[in-house]
Protein backbone atom coordinates (compact mmCIF):
# COMPACT_ATOMS: atom_id res chain seq x y z
CA UNK A 1 0.00 0.00 0.00
CA UNK A 2 1.25 3.51 -0.71
CA UNK A 3 0.10 6.68 -0.66
CA UNK A 4 1.24 9.43 -3.32
CA UNK A 5 0.63 13.25 -2.51
CA UNK A 6 0.56 15.88 -4.84
CA UNK A 7 0.24 19.36 -5.99
CA UNK A 8 2.62 21.67 -3.56
CA UNK A 9 4.26 24.58 -4.81
CA UNK A 10 5.26 28.45 -4.57
CA UNK A 11 2.09 30.31 -4.45
CA UNK A 12 1.92 34.46 -3.83
CA UNK A 13 -0.27 35.06 -0.04
CA UNK A 14 -3.80 35.24 -1.06
CA UNK A 15 -3.63 32.38 -3.75
CA UNK A 16 -4.59 28.67 -3.83
CA UNK A 17 -3.36 25.13 -4.27
CA UNK A 18 -5.11 22.10 -4.38
CA UNK A 19 -3.17 19.09 -2.66
CA UNK A 20 -4.12 15.92 -3.86
CA UNK A 21 -3.30 12.31 -1.93
CA UNK A 22 -3.87 8.86 -3.94
CA UNK A 23 -3.48 5.28 -2.25
CA UNK A 24 -2.75 2.46 -3.83
CA UNK A 25 -2.09 -1.52 -3.72
CA UNK A 26 -4.45 -4.10 -2.01
CA UNK A 27 -6.89 -2.31 0.18
CA UNK A 28 -9.91 -3.86 1.28
CA UNK A 29 -11.38 -0.41 3.11
CA UNK A 30 -9.95 3.32 4.00
CA UNK A 31 -11.24 4.78 7.16
CA UNK A 32 -10.02 8.29 8.14
CA UNK A 33 -7.54 10.21 5.48
CA UNK A 34 -5.84 13.46 6.62
CA UNK A 35 -3.38 16.22 5.89
CA UNK A 36 -0.73 17.19 7.92
CA UNK A 37 2.41 19.69 8.50
CA UNK A 38 5.35 20.36 9.48
CA UNK A 39 7.83 23.18 9.44
CA UNK A 40 11.50 22.53 10.17
CA UNK A 41 12.18 22.52 13.66
CA UNK A 42 8.35 22.04 14.89
CA UNK A 43 6.36 19.12 15.60
CA UNK A 44 3.67 17.92 12.69
CA UNK A 45 0.13 18.81 13.42
CA UNK A 46 -2.81 18.02 11.99
CA UNK A 47 -4.47 20.42 9.74
CA UNK A 48 -7.78 18.63 8.62
CA UNK A 49 -9.17 15.20 8.37
CA UNK A 50 -12.42 13.56 7.19
CA UNK A 51 -13.98 10.17 7.94
CA UNK A 52 -15.41 7.28 5.87
CA UNK A 53 -18.56 9.13 5.93
CA UNK A 54 -17.42 12.62 4.44
CA UNK A 55 -17.22 13.90 8.23
CA UNK A 56 -14.66 16.62 8.72
CA UNK A 57 -12.71 18.12 11.43
CA UNK A 58 -9.69 21.02 10.80
CA UNK A 59 -7.35 23.08 12.78
CA UNK A 60 -8.42 26.29 14.02
CA UNK A 61 -5.85 28.17 11.58
CA UNK A 62 -6.97 26.77 8.34
CA UNK A 63 -10.86 26.73 9.46
CA UNK A 64 -13.05 28.82 6.59
CA UNK A 65 -9.70 28.86 4.27
CA UNK A 66 -9.11 24.87 3.32
CA UNK A 67 -11.39 22.39 2.31
CA UNK A 68 -10.97 18.04 2.91
CA UNK A 69 -12.64 16.27 0.56
CA UNK A 70 -12.45 12.44 -0.38
CA UNK A 71 -12.94 10.26 -3.59
CA UNK A 72 -13.95 7.37 -2.24
CA UNK A 73 -14.34 5.56 -5.79
CA UNK A 74 -10.11 6.49 -6.21
CA UNK A 75 -9.09 6.31 -2.90
CA UNK A 76 -7.75 9.48 -2.44
CA UNK A 77 -8.03 12.97 -0.47
CA UNK A 78 -7.96 16.32 -1.86
CA UNK A 79 -6.91 20.07 0.16
CA UNK A 80 -8.31 22.42 -1.17
CA UNK A 81 -6.31 25.64 -0.04
CA UNK A 82 -7.67 29.33 -0.53
CA UNK A 83 -6.78 32.70 0.85
CA UNK A 84 -3.10 31.12 1.80
CA UNK A 85 -0.87 33.10 3.66
CA UNK A 86 3.28 32.62 4.39
CA UNK A 87 2.73 31.00 7.69
CA UNK A 88 1.16 27.97 6.05
CA UNK A 89 4.28 27.39 4.16
CA UNK A 90 5.46 24.06 5.29
CA UNK A 91 5.64 20.30 4.09
CA UNK A 92 1.92 18.72 3.71
CA UNK A 93 1.64 14.91 4.39
CA UNK A 94 -1.51 13.12 3.68
CA UNK A 95 -2.47 10.03 6.03
CA UNK A 96 -4.68 7.45 5.85
CA UNK A 97 -5.97 4.37 8.39
CA UNK A 98 -6.25 1.41 5.77
CA UNK A 99 -6.98 -2.29 5.72
CA UNK A 100 -4.78 -3.77 3.63
CA UNK A 101 -5.74 -7.30 1.82
CA UNK A 102 -3.51 -9.11 4.11
CA UNK A 103 -4.70 -7.97 7.32
CA UNK A 104 -7.55 -7.66 9.79
CA UNK A 105 -6.30 -4.54 11.34
CA UNK A 106 -6.23 -1.00 10.18
CA UNK A 107 -2.92 0.79 9.93
CA UNK A 108 -1.40 4.32 9.69
CA UNK A 109 0.20 5.16 6.11
CA UNK A 110 1.84 8.30 5.15
CA UNK A 111 2.51 9.94 1.96
CA UNK A 112 6.21 11.63 0.93
CA UNK A 113 4.97 15.11 1.52
CA UNK A 114 4.82 18.08 -0.44
CA UNK A 115 6.09 21.34 -0.40
CA UNK A 116 4.11 24.11 0.07
CA UNK A 117 6.13 27.89 -0.01
CA UNK A 118 3.38 30.71 0.06
CA UNK A 119 5.96 34.33 -0.38
CA UNK A 120 5.78 37.14 -2.36
Known amino acids: VQLQASGGGLVQPGGYLRLSCAAS????????MAWYRQVSGKQRELVAA???????NYADSVKGRFTISRDNAKNTVYLQMNGLKPEDTAVYYC???????????????WGQGTLVTVSS
Open 95 to 109: NAQIRPSWAQDEYAY
Open 25 to 32: GSIVSINF
Open 50 to 56: INSGGRT
